[in-house]
């Protein structure tokens, strides 16, 4: 596949300021996707398959973008298998696309240029638990739940929860976080290493058991967050944390937004060890109160999570409720028995669909900025008064002790005015995120839909990702179109 030298805008007036990168591959024709079936047929038999439905379920996933499916699906059972589909697949020219449960909500998974999907579902197993080193070593396919259901035993847990119920594989690759961010951190602090299939079949190893090292490039997290744009992985060895003995949850509504930002900036700035601190603005709480047949006082509300010993829990919650009353927090209401908890938080994971339901039959866009948390208050209010001035129904809710927020958009898909206004107001946040040092994306990945501010947020890094890109995957044919 022949290469072509990309200037980006930033190397403007610097003719020999390029970076090589690879042409997207073109969607196989029926002589080669044939050729490549015939090839592994005899290793798949009827693991790999054309059905139209099959193809149509893996061409989408959460996001509001349009879907496309791929030209054929496999289920791989083993690492060695996959390192054999993707030799084919290089050999024949053939875009690779990896396939998890299908949450990502920026299009990582839709098949723009076709292909094959390679559906990693059925490596789902629990390979050791090592619980006196805390660390566990999974396939791909084991989702949150179903790992932390198989560690109720041990007296440990997994930590990172983005809301669905996500594969592990998924969760590195779109370097996923959620709501307990603020005290046990991301997904990528909490994978040790990983067995990566390349882009040419071969299986590597990043990283080891070992909870530091200086030996060479970090290949680990050069892989989280990749969006299988450099490899499908198929092992992770994951950080596992202690149950506390003690967690108790509470909601506690404010008049205005601001009274909500200032507790949670107090509340980091006093060393508070929160386990989860999320916003949800008066329209994000109307929502869910008639989806899920709740009857929270309809105002900004911050649910917040106390990890710890029961003493330490009950001194957090003191400080925690002192600070609230403080910015004009009222209307407590706390939560220990764990099905009190349960349909809290379950309550704050089904906001999104609580969103869409305000207009029936609507799409719905998540949007993903992410600012420093100085810089907190000001955004929102900024993006409020723009949500008004713009018309749209947005709800506001985040995760913002560690300043990341959504907007949960609903909107008509037909309307081409609506559409405008919305892909206007989207532009406008993103810009107000990067001119306050954020990003334009939190933890939902880029896939196809943040493409275009990558050069505007990295700048001459971006040109370093492309070269990563082209020297990692010079036939272009890993996940193509997307991230880079």
């Not at 300021?17 to 969607?27: D, I, M, N, Q, Y």
């Not at 001194?315 to 409720?321: D, G, I, N, T």
Request: charged content about 20%; glycine content about 10%.
């Amino acid at each position: 596949m022949s290469t072509f030298n990309a200037r980006t805008p930033s190397t403007a007036g610097n003719e020999n300021a390029t970076v090589s990168a690879t042409k997207l591959p073109p969607r196989p024709d029926a002589e080669t996707l044939w050729a490549l079936i015939a090839d592994l047929e005899p290793m798949l038999g009827d693991r790999i398959t054309t059905v139209a439905g099959i193809r149509e379920q893996h061409g989408h996933d959460e996001s509001w973008h349009h879907p496309a499916a791929p030209d054929a699906v496999c289920f791989p059972h083993s690492t060695e298998e996959v390192s054999a589909i993707v030799r084919a697949c290089a050999a024949h020219r053939v875009p690779v696309i990896p396939y998890g449960v299908g949450t990502s909500i920026e299009g990582q998974v839709i098949a723009d240029h076709g292909g094959l999907c390679v559906d990693l579902s059925a490596m789902n197993a629990i390979l050791d638990v090592r619980p006196e080193d805390m660390d566990a070593t999974v396939q791909p396919g084991v989702t949150r739940a179903q790992l932390n259901t198989h560690l109720r035993a041990t007296g440990l847990f997994f930590s990172v929860d983005p809301g669905a119920d996500a594969s592990m594989g998924g969760m590195a690759s779109t370097r996923a976080s959620g709501t307990n961010t603020v005290r046990y951190g991301t997904i990528r602090e909490n994978v040790l290493s990983m067995t990566v299939v390349m882009p040419d079949g071969r299986i590597v190893k990043t990283g080891t058991r070992a909870r530091k090292s200086a030996a060479g490039y970090d290949l680990t997290h050069l892989m989280i967050g990749a969006e299988g744009t450099l490899g499908i992985i198929t092992e992770l060895t994951v950080k596992l944390h202690g149950l506390p003995e003690a967690i108790s949850s509470a909601t506690v509504a404010f008049e205005n937004v601001a009274g909500a930002i200032d507790t949670v900036i107090a509340s980091i700035q006093y060393g508070i060890p929160m386990a989860r601190i999320e916003l949800m603005d008066a329209l994000a709480i109307q929502a869910v109160n008639r989806f899920s047949g709740l009857d929270y006082a309809e105002k900004p509300t911050l649910f917040l999570e106390f990890h710890g010993t029961h003493a330490g829990v009950k001194e957090q919650a003191e400080a925690m409720a002192e600070l609230c009353q403080e910015f004009g927090g009222s209307d407590f209401a706390w939560a220990t028995r764990e099905e009190e908890r349960q349909r809290l938080w379950q309550a704050r994971h089904d906001a999104a669909y609580a969103a869409k339901a305000l207009r029936p039959g609507m799409e719905f866009l998540a949007t993903d900025i992410c600012v420093p948390i100085s810089k907190l208050a000001e955004c929102i209010e900024a993006t409020q008064a723009d949500v008004a001035e713009s018309g749209l129904v947005a709800p506001l809710l985040g995760h913002v002790g560690d300043g990341n927020f959504h907007l949960v958009v609903a909107v008509d898909r037909h309307s081409e005015q609506e559409l405008e206004t919305l892909a206007a107001f989207n532009r406008r946040l993103i810009e107000r995120a990067l001119a306050a040092g954020g990003t334009c994306t939190g933890e939902h990945g880029i896939g196809t839909g943040k493409r275009a501010y990558m050069e505007a947020e990295h700048g001459e890094g971006w040109a370093v990702m492309r070269a990563i890109k082209a020297a990692l995957d010079p036939l272009g044919i890993m996940n193509p179109g997307k991230l880079v």
